[in-house]
């Protein structure tokens, strides 16, 4: 499943234009040079990606956790399960989640942060912006971290994020470079396509967790087991 992190990523990439997509056509110009432009941009988006991977060992740790306790399978359920909530919680429901949890005052550092190198003239500050960008709420990255728990361990996690990053890659690149080459209505159009891609993935975990000994798809929780073991003996 962990395919399934690019997937949401290339799909779900508008949406990130409407979140992201000032951020990346505001980026500073460093230099005179048409490569450090280039180079810049690669670099912003370089600094979201790592930032996801990182987000993702965090959720890998937390699922392997779980793994541990022999519930390799209420892992994926778990997965499909935080997936839905996430699409139908209310938006205001989610903004007091943040304020409960303590949250808001990292947000509000961050976003100190990131005026800060939008400031400076360098490509480095560029891939801190990227890395800032990170972490910013996003109810989209809070989806794919919520498939991320699932992934086999914590550096599966890492690469279901970074394929999740990657599959945003191309759009928010082009976006970064003119923001003009996406039209609104097709923005909007594949923003109202996100949250049926996300009620697919939940689906697919869901039922991945279930052990309905479908190949591939849902194997049995026996043989998911004598797998897992046989993966420690070696």
């Given amino acids: 499943m962990i395919w399934a992190g690019f997937i949401f990523g290339l799909v779900g990439s508008f949406h990130c234009v409407g979140m992201c997509g000032p951020i990346a056509m505001s980026l500073p110009f460093v230099g005179s040079t048409g490569w450090r432009y280039y180079a810049g941009r690669l670099l912003y988006n370089s600094g979201r990606i790592v930032t996801y991977a990182l987000l993702g060992a965090l959720a890998g740790a937390f699922g392997e956790s779980l793994q541990m306790a022999g519930l390799q399978q209420t892992v ?7 997936i839905l909530l996430l699409l139908v919680l209310p938006v205001t429901l989610k903004g007091r989640s943040a304020t409960i949890l303590g949250t808001d005052r990292l947000m509000n550092w961050v976003r100190r942060r990131l005026g800060y190198y939008f400031q400076q003239n360098s490509l480095s500050s560029l891939f801190m912006v990227g890395l800032l960008n990170g972490l910013l709420p996003c109810g989209f990255v809070y989806i794919a971290l919520a498939g991320a728990i699932s992934a086999p361990g914590v550096g ?19 976006v970064s470079l003119s923001g003009k080459l996406i039209s609104l209505k097709m923005r909007s159009m594949f923003n109202r396509a996100v949250p049926y891609v996300g009620m697919v993935l939940a689906v697919l975990f869901i039922v991945r967790g279930l052990g309905l000994g479908i190949p591939y798809l849902s194997p049995k929780i026996a043989e998911t087991t004598a797998h897992h073991t046989e993966m420690s003996c070696h």
């Fill in 76 to 82: 994926s359920i778990i997965s499909g399960i935080l």
């Fill in 156 to 174: 599966g996690a890492m690469l279901y994020m970074a394929l999740f990053g990657l599959g945003t890659f191309p759009l928010m690149f082009l």
